[in-house]
């Protein structure tokens, strides 16, 4: 599993995006001291679209809801972003944390299973002035209709909304990772990437496996993509 890599996706202003490959738009900086990070390599795993930072650290690149962008740089750990569903920021901010990724073996102990409880609280911190803006009840509504119609207002309240969504997408792309469904299924390349987009979990599903469920719902997949629906360049 890539060692887990810092990310701030810093909410310039919220618009609207249909689902179909948007223009995204963003800046990737250093951690420490937040300089901008010239040449990263940003693929979008599911078109294998590849572009690179400017010298001011900038970037664009084509990207619809839910695919993943990937940023590499040498001396720097791997950061994977996921296009959320709804609202899509219309800039990003990623930060990048010196360092390797490292592939790790996959150990099936439950201890290694993703805190999701100590990541949210980490993300709730980073969006903390969009998700503790005020919202206004019925009546505040009709005391204040200005307000309530305000286009900034309506934006943030549907991030809001948004957000929780957004959490459990994160969470089933930290448990159902490439290096953990390699493992088990012996995919790789194509078939991975087609599998993990065909037999993806959803978040209920998920949260109420234990292990052992979990990694049996993996193999029982393998077996099924192989026997009923294997693409030509299957491993």
Same mark, same amino acid.
């Given at each position: 599993?890539?060692?887990?890599?810092?990310?701030?996706?810093?909410?310039?202003?919220?618009?609207?995006?249909?689902?179909? @490959?948007?223009?995204? /738009?963003?800046?990737?900086?250093?951690? &420490?001291?937040?300089?901008? $990070?010239?040449?990263?390599?940003?693929?979008?795993?599911?078109?294998? $679209?590849?572009?690179? =930072? *400017?010298n001011?650290?900038?970037?664009?690149?084509?990207?619809?809801?839910?695919?993943?962008?990937?940023?590499?740089? &040498?001396?720097?750990?791997?950061? /994977?972003? /996921?296009?959320?569903?709804?609202?899509?920021?219309?800039?990003?901010?990623?930060?990048?944390?010196?360092?390797?990724?490292?592939?790790? *073996?996959?150990?099936? @102990?439950?201890?290694?299973?993703? &805190?999701?409880?100590? &990541?949210?609280? +980490?993300?709730?911190?980073?969006?903390?002035?969009?998700?503790?803006?005020?919202?206004?009840?019925?009546?505040?509504?009709?005391a204040?209709?200005?307000? @309530? $119609?305000?286009?900034?207002?309506?934006?943030?309240?549907?991030?809001?909304?948004?957000?929780?969504?957004?959490?459990?997408?994160?969470y089933?792309?930290?448990?159902?990772?490439?290096? $953990?469904?390699?493992?088990?299924?012996?995919? =790789?390349?194509?078939?991975?990437?087609?599998?993990? /987009? +065909?037999? +993806?979990?959803?978040?209920?599903?998920? +949260?109420n496996?234990?292990?052992? =469920?979990?990694?049996?719902?993996?193999?029982?997949?393998?077996?099924?993509?192989?026997?009923?629906?294997?693409?030509?360049?299957?491993?």
């Amino acid at each position: 599993m890539p060692a887990r890599a810092f990310l701030l996706l810093l909410l310039l202003c919220l618009t609207r995006f249909p689902a179909i @490959a948007q223009t995204i /738009r963003g800046e990737v900086l250093d951690m &420490d001291d937040k300089h901008a $990070l010239a040449n990263v390599n940003i693929e979008n795993v599911y078109t294998s $679209l590849i572009v690179s =930072t *400017d010298n001011s650290g900038a970037f664009l690149i084509a990207a619809g809801s839910g695919q993943l962008l990937e940023f590499k740089k &040498d001396g720097y750990k791997t950061t /994977r972003v /996921r296009i959320p569903q709804g609202y899509i920021p219309s800039y990003f901010r990623i930060i990048m944390k010196k360092g390797f990724t490292e592939i790790k *073996d996959v150990n099936v @102990a439950h201890n290694n299973r993703y &805190d999701y409880k100590s &990541d949210s609280l +980490r993300y709730h911190e980073l969006y903390k002035h969009e998700l503790d803006f005020p919202k206004m009840s019925g009546m505040d509504m009709i005391a204040s209709p200005f307000t @309530a $119609l305000s286009r900034h207002n309506q934006e943030i309240w549907k991030f809001q909304e948004d957000y929780e969504s957004f959490e459990k997408e994160k969470y089933v792309d930290k448990m159902f990772n490439e290096a $953990l469904v390699t493992k088990f299924t012996g995919l =790789t390349g194509d078939s991975l990437h087609y599998f993990m /987009r +065909r037999y +993806r979990p959803g978040y209920e599903q998920l +949260r109420n496996m234990n292990d052992y =469920t979990y990694f049996n719902f993996i193999k029982t997949g393998a077996y099924h993509y192989r026997s009923v629906s294997t693409p030509r360049n299957a491993h």
